[in-house]
């Protein structure tokens, strides 16, 4: 089912541009409002202001120049003084999709504590399985006993799929079993999907608020600052860093090879390279290298390795796919239950190809040790400070929905959690941009070559992308969405 959402935008003076949720009174007149339960909650009446106003807002671009207009703002997430739902009134459910991710237990438990320690409300129902989970299976009461300790394990409790989004049988379920709130966590295919279930809840006139929880491993969302898990999985991504450089450095000529997730995005595979400091050669989908002749990666082992005597690569699942591609003279057409393409193994071809060439060569006697961590950084609970984010995502996607707001996702924009409307982090990708400042940090620490002739270089800064942060200087230094802040 193809999306039809309608943004919701305003203007304001100085080019102030709003871009805002949809609120379930857009769509029924006269419902009404209740006052939110917080004001009697000892922890929230101590807190001045603890109410967000309702004019609070957050722009997208924080480094501006004295004449740029103010540009694009998302509402602020946060405790609205009025709420749309009694507590009695609220049938919650919450479902997780697509591929897994440090902290998805921790997001769960958060909405359900949430709900009932903040709003009363214990109606919480789990969907198993995914989106199919809403027609194909049956849901699982969660109650905050039942969730305590589940921040402490790694996957999802409520299990997750791929494929098998019907949105007419997912809207009558949502129907039938009388939900009103619709918790949504995963990628930017369940955020896809969620847009549609949110526009066929309107459609209908039903008032349900659909709330989306931004889940990707690969930090490739858009808009926000970074997705939960990314930095559990950068952490966990060191320990087969620490493991390949102390294979490679105990041998002779030793070479150890690391792949790490990113089927479009390359930022695990570069901030655990930037981390790391033991990394010779980063490679990601965005970055195109070339194996042999002047400038390519072959000479480029053969010289690191002369100098050093070891070396670590660190390569993201969805580089040089198109390497591969010509090699085996076909492309892997072949995809997975959402439609996702699935790749070739990039680290084992590479291992070969490297392994190949030195042979043939006759050039050096190395020894090759190929780590694949892919699944294990993945599967682990969340560590502290992704805890710490995913209670925060929860409550703020808590504080919108019993707010009446609907079709939006909780996200974290310059630091500040706001709600911003599904089809901007669906509309495109978060990329490492290899114009921008961050990846020439990486080049310079690995001083790996750039694989990128003069040409591709002029070609890539004439590209219709943002401005990047080695043109306009505007970046901020401590956010992870290289797009956005640049
Ligand atoms: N365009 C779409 N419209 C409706 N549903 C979709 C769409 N794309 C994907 N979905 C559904 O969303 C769910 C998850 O999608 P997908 O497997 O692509 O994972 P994801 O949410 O992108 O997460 P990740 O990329 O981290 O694995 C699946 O059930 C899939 O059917
Ligand atoms: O869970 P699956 O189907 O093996 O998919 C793995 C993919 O999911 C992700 O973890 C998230 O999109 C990718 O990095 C990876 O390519
Ligand atoms: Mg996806």
Redesign the pocket.
Do not use: F
């Given at each position: 089912?193809e999306s039809n959402y309608e943004m919701k935008v305003s203007e304001g003076p100085f080019g102030y541009i709003l871009e805002d949720v949809p609120h379930v009174s857009d769509y029924i007149p006269d419902l009404p409002t209740y006052p939110n339960p917080l004001r009697s909650n000892p922890a929230y009446s101590v807190v001045k202001q603890y109410f967000v106003d309702m004019d609070d807002t957050v722009p997208q671009k924080i480094v501006v120049h004295k004449d740029t207009p103010r540009g694009v703002h998302f509402r602020r997430a946060g405790i609205r003084q009025k709420v749309y739902f009694n507590s009695d009134e609220v049938n919650a459910c919450i479902v997780t999709?697509?591929?897994l991710?440090p902290g998805l237990n921790t997001v769960i438990r958060e909405i359900v504590h949430s709900l009932d320690y903040m709003y009363g409300v214990s109606k919480v129902l789990g969907i198993d399985g995914?989106?199919r989970g809403f027609y194909a299976k049956n849901t699982v009461n969660l109650t905050p006993k039942l969730v305590n300790d589940i921040h402490k394990r790694g996957g999802t409790i409520l299990g997750t799929?791929?494929?098998?989004?019907d949105t007419m049988k997912i809207v009558d379920s949502i129907q039938d079993r009388g939900i009103n709130q619709v918790y949504i966590i995963?990628?930017?295919?369940?955020l896809?999907?969620a847009a549609?279930i949110y526009e066929e809840v309107r459609r209908r006139g039903l008032k349900v608020s659909v709330a989306g929880i931004p889940?990707?491993?690969?930090n490739d969302i858009p808009v926000i600052d970074r997705s939960f898990g990314f930095d559990t999985a950068v952490e966990e991504a060191q320990r087969a860093i620490n493991a390949a450089h102390v294979e490679a450095e105990s041998a002779e000529n030793g070479i150890g090879v690391v792949k790490l997730m990113g089927r479009y995005s390359g930022f695990i595979a570069m901030y655990a390279t930037l981390a790391s400091r033991d990394v010779d050669c980063c490679l990601i989908p965005e970055s195109p290298f070339y194996l042999q002749g002047k400038g390519g990666l072959l000479e480029f082992i053969e010289k690191r390795l002369k100098e050093n005597g070891h070396m670590v690569i660190v390569i993201a699942e969805g580089a040089g796919q198109d390497l591969l591609k010509e090699e085996t003279e076909r492309a892997n057409e072949e995809k997975?239950a959402?439609?996702?393409k699935l790749l070739q193994d990039v680290g084992l071809w590479i291992s070969q190809k490297i392994k190949d060439h030195f042979a043939r060569e006759g050039k050096m006697t190395l020894t090759l040790k190929y780590i694949d961590p892919t699944y294990m950084i993945r599967a682990i609970p969340s560590n502290a400070s992704d805890n710490v984010y995913c209670t925060l995502l929860a409550q703020s996607a808590v504080h919108g929905a019993m707010a009446g707001y609907t079709g939006f996702t909780s996200g974290l924009v310059n630091g500040r959690h706001t709600y911003i409307p599904f089809n901007r982090v669906t509309e495109g990708q978060n990329q490492v941009v290899i114009t921008d400042r961050m990846w020439a940090r990486l080049l310079s620490s690995t001083n790996q070559p750039s694989f990128m002739s003069q040409k591709q270089i002029d070609e890539s800064m004439e590209e219709d992308d943002p401005p990047t942060q080695l043109l306009d200087d505007c970046q901020d230094e401590t956010s992870i969405n290289e797009n956005e802040t640049t």
């Open positions: 089912m999709c697509g591929g991710c995914g989106y799929s791929r494929g098998g989004h995963g990628g930017d295919g369940t896809r999907g549609v889940k990707t491993i690969d997975d959402s439609g996702n």
